[in-house]
């Protein structure tokens, strides 16, 4: 028997917009939670908790309300499409959303608006997915590059587990959302870091899919080679959910992988035996705290039957072959921008200046870039050839503070990244532990091209045994 | 003839690359920087008659830096009168900076069967490609 109307559209307190995206859409399909009832309570929490956090860059709230309405009577009518139909969240302001402005977090484009919706958008909009704001980023995903936190239109996003920390970026807005129980996921964005990062300095599930699994049609271009939009969550589970409507293939993103290999079907995770490779030269130095809880976190997976063993990333010049064609890529996306002098009006000191200097990237070193490239896809296919799924910290260290100089605060070498982005493989960061100074920490999970499903179920079977990533942050 | 190059690259120890890394540091930057090419023309004009010595450290520094100082000179030229005192000297640094990392890049043996991961895939919709609104 059905609940009463009363009941479902009882007001949902804290404790259920906290909950994952799989109970919403359980309740909802149940009809003991209403699409509409959900999606106030979410627009009233942030609009009240924006101003602290910075997080979002537009509210939809018109644009929800008209979406959870209809959810609602589709819903009540026995039309129920999925696990998202009902279900509100925040895409990151670079992606297209017809009659909305969308910034892509820069000075220069703070009027912009696009008459089509973004690929990504559509497919939420037709899996009934609620869009209730545009995430605040940092200006052009960092493209141009950017010394500040506060290198945004909407200044520096604040990490809800301690507002003087920033959240990472450029899914600035988007880590700090998912965190805050601001929207039940977020989409975010990442060309080099942008989800793992904001993922891991926020303490929650974000996850990097195949490179041209999702089309980018419709998104802010930075580097066409590397750019790719992923899902921000409360779990790995709930990234799975969200992952099986972004994926598909688009013939009007080049990139795009073919129907068959793009297409992600992704159900409850069987519980497997895996076999990780422990990266023992993911990072030069770590945190000793983050150390400890990513050891922790293996041991667990080791406890439910993972074979661990300890592995080695490729050697070679591999982050600065994908940091030059970040730079050559982004420039070219850019040249108007920069070849205008508008980039004069970003807000960071760095970004106003760097495209002039990436300008003058030879095209043999990008080409040299794009040979280390190849040999780079090489080498991790032959790595990832002895294990499932890769490991390491998310980070080597916790959340930076607000005012930080990220060149000389948050800058070192970064072979996992550089690589996972080169080579375009899945990876998802989700928590395993706080800081003394109880900063969220974060690990990553990586798998070959096209085994999103190993990286999602490695961080599945763990989350299975861990609570980590149901913890919530202080806010007051 | 590529999965040969490959398999080369893969041979490399820690200590080869090193080594190939100065090596191919020197003849890279040597072979494209604009100073460097004009410092050799006027050596050899000097003295047409006199053996030149290979490229030593000393050579490599130098055409690197002339490479720096010709990049700089052209951000300067074509960006200058956009840019404060300041800015110019961050100009300065992040050209540096730049260098660094194309040291690194240029630092790795490759041969020429090593084809690099740019494809151009013929996109059999491509109609539709071309009727989607443009960025």
Same mark, same amino acid.
């Given at each position: 028997? &059905?609940?009463?109307?009363?009941?479902?559209?009882?007001?949902?307190?804290?404790?259920?917009?906290?909950?994952?995206?799989?109970?919403?859409?359980?309740?909802?399909?149940?009809?003991?939670?209403?699409?509409?009832?959900?999606?106030?309570?979410?627009?009233?929490?942030?609009?009240?908790?924006?101003?602290?956090?910075?997080?979002?860059?537009?509210?939809?709230?018109?644009?929800?309300?008209?979406?959870?309405?209809?959810?609602?009577?589709?819903?009540?009518?026995?039309?129920?499409?999925?696990?998202?139909?009902?279900?509100?969240?925040?895409?990151?302001?670079?992606?297209?959303?017809?009659?909305?402005?969308?910034?892509?977090?820069?000075?220069?484009?703070?009027?912009?608006?696009?008459?089509?919706?973004?690929?990504?958008?559509?497919?939420?909009?037709?899996?009934?997915?609620?869009?209730?704001?545009?995430?605040?980023?940092?200006?052009?995903?960092?493209?141009?590059?950017?010394?500040?936190?506060?290198?945004?239109?909407?200044?520096?996003?604040?990490?809800?587990?301690?507002?003087?920390?920033?959240?990472?970026?450029?899914?600035?807005?988007?880590?700090?959302?998912?965190?805050?129980?601001?929207?039940?996921?977020?989409?975010?964005?990442?060309?080099?870091?942008?989800? #793992?990062?904001?993922?891991?300095?926020?303490?929650?599930?974000?996850?990097?899919?195949?490179?041209?699994?999702?089309?980018?049609?419709?998104?802010?271009?930075?580097?066409?080679?590397?750019?790719?939009?992923?899902?921000?969550?409360?779990?790995?589970?709930?990234?799975?959910? #969200?992952?099986?409507? &972004?994926?598909?293939?688009?013939?009007?993103?080049?990139?795009?992988?073919?129907?068959?290999?793009?297409?992600?079907?992704?159900?409850?995770?069987?519980?497997? +035996?895996?076999? #990780?490779?422990?990266?023992?030269?993911?990072?030069?130095?770590?945190?000793?705290?983050?150390?400890?809880?990513?050891?922790?976190?293996?041991?667990?997976?080791?406890?439910?039957?993972?074979?661990?063993?300890?592995?080695?990333?490729?050697?070679?010049?591999?982050?600065?072959?994908?940091?030059?064609?970040?730079?050559?890529?982004?420039?070219?996306?850019?040249?108007?921008?920069?070849?205008?002098?508008?980039?004069?009006?970003?807000?960071?000191?760095?970004?106003?200046?760097?495209?002039?200097?990436?300008?003058?990237?030879?095209?043999?070193?990008?080409?040299?870039?794009?040979?280390?490239?190849?040999?780079?896809?090489?080498?991790?296919?032959?790595?990832?050839?002895?294990?499932?799924?890769?490991?390491?910290?998310?980070?080597?260290?916790?959340?930076?503070?607000?005012?930080?100089?990220?060149?000389?605060?948050?800058?070192?070498?970064?072979?996992?990244?550089?690589?996972?982005?080169?080579?375009?493989?899945?990876?998802?960061?989700?928590?395993?532990?706080?800081?003394?100074? +109880?900063?969220?920490?974060?690990? &990553?999970?990586?798998?070959?091209?096209?085994?999103?499903?190993?990286?999602?179920?490695?961080?599945? &079977?763990?989350?299975?045994?861990?609570?980590?990533?149901?913890?919530?942050?202080? #806010?007051? | 003839?590529?999965?040969?190059?490959?398999?080369?690259?893969?041979?490399?120890?820690?200590?080869?690359?090193?080594?190939?890394?100065?090596? @191919?540091?020197?003849?890279?930057?040597?072979?494209?920087?604009?100073?460097?090419?004009?410092?050799?023309?006027?050596?050899?004009?000097?003295?047409?008659? $006199?053996?030149?010595?290979?490229?030593?450290?000393?050579?490599?520094?130098?055409? $690197?830096?002339?490479?720096?100082?010709? $990049?700089?000179?052209?951000?300067?030229?074509?960006?200058?009168?956009?840019?404060?005192?300041?800015?110019?000297?961050?100009?300065?640094?992040?050209?540096?900076?730049?260098?660094?990392?194309?040291?690194?890049?240029?630092?790795?043996?490759?041969?020429?069967?090593?084809?690099?991961?740019?494809?151009?895939?013929?996109?059999?919709?491509?109609?539709?490609?071309?009727? @989607?609104? $443009?960025?």
């Amino acid at each position: 028997m &059905l609940p009463a109307v009363e009941k479902k559209r009882a007001v949902p307190g804290e404790d259920v917009l906290y909950l994952s995206v799989r109970e919403l859409g359980k309740r909802i399909r149940m009809r003991q939670l209403s699409p509409v009832a959900l999606t106030e309570s979410y627009l009233a929490r942030s609009e009240r908790l924006n101003a602290q956090f910075n997080a979002y860059a537009t509210l939809t709230r018109d644009l929800a309300l008209e979406q959870a309405h209809a959810a609602e009577k589709e819903i009540g009518a026995g039309h129920y499409r999925g696990p998202l139909h009902g279900i509100p969240y925040a895409a990151k302001d670079l992606l297209a959303v017809k009659g909305y402005p969308t910034t892509w977090g820069a000075k220069p484009f703070a009027d912009q608006t696009f008459d089509y919706d973004a690929t990504v958008i559509e497919k939420l909009n037709k899996a009934g997915a609620i869009l209730i704001g545009k995430a605040a980023m940092i200006e052009l995903a960092g493209g141009m590059g950017y010394r500040f936190a506060s290198a945004s239109l909407t200044g520096p996003a604040k990490n809800p587990w301690n507002e003087g920390c920033w959240t990472c970026g450029s899914s600035s807005g988007s880590g700090a959302i998912v965190s805050a129980a601001m929207a039940a996921f977020a989409i975010g964005t990442e060309t080099w870091g942008s989800i #793992i990062c904001p993922s891991a300095f926020c303490g929650i599930s974000g996850f990097r899919p195949t490179f041209g699994r999702v089309s980018r049609f419709g998104a802010m271009a930075l580097a066409y080679s590397l750019d790719k939009i992923g899902p921000m969550a409360r779990s790995a589970d709930d990234c799975g959910l #969200i992952l099986a409507v &972004l994926a598909g293939h688009d013939a009007k993103d080049r990139s795009s992988l073919p129907g068959d290999e793009a297409a992600f079907e992704y159900s409850a995770p069987a519980p497997q +035996k895996l076999k #990780i490779g422990w990266l023992t030269n993911a990072w030069k130095k770590i945190d000793p705290d983050i150390d400890t809880a990513t050891q922790g976190a293996i041991a667990v997976l080791e406890k439910q039957g993972a074979v661990v063993e300890d592995a080695e990333l490729p050697e070679g010049p591999f982050d600065a072959a994908a940091g030059v064609i970040i730079s050559v890529e982004g420039a070219a996306a850019f040249r108007d921008l920069i070849e205008s002098g508008k980039v004069a009006e970003l807000s960071d000191p760095l970004g106003r200046i760097s495209g002039y200097v990436n300008e003058q990237i030879a095209a043999g070193d990008y080409m040299r870039a794009q040979q280390l490239r190849g040999i780079c896809l090489q080498k991790m296919d032959e790595l990832l050839e002895n294990y499932d799924v890769l490991a390491a910290p998310a980070l080597p260290v916790a959340a930076s503070a607000l005012d930080a100089n990220l060149e000389k605060d948050l800058n070192f070498p970064d072979p996992l990244g550089g690589m996972g982005n080169l080579c375009g493989f899945p990876a998802i960061s989700v928590p395993c532990g706080f800081t003394s100074a +109880k900063l969220p920490i974060g690990i &990553l999970f990586a798998a070959r091209v096209r085994d999103d499903a190993k990286a999602l179920a490695a961080a599945n &079977l763990y989350q299975a045994h861990s609570d980590w990533h149901t913890k919530r942050p202080p #806010i007051s | 003839m590529r999965e040969e190059s490959v398999k080369d690259a893969k041979k490399l120890t820690r200590r080869d690359f090193a080594r190939a890394a100065a090596a @191919a540091a020197a003849t890279a930057t040597a072979a494209l920087a604009p100073g460097a090419e004009a410092l050799t023309r006027k050596v050899a004009g000097a003295n047409s008659t $006199r053996v030149v010595n290979p490229p030593g450290p000393d050579d490599a520094a130098s055409a $690197r830096q002339a490479e720096i100082d010709a $990049r700089a000179a052209d951000v300067l030229r074509r960006y200058g009168d956009r840019l404060s005192a300041e800015e110019k000297t961050e100009v300065r640094r992040l050209v540096g900076e730049l260098q660094k990392t194309l040291d690194k890049l240029r630092s790795y043996p490759l041969g020429n069967g090593d084809q690099p991961a740019t494809v151009l895939r013929v996109v059999p919709d491509l109609t539709e490609v071309l009727r @989607a609104p $443009r960025r």
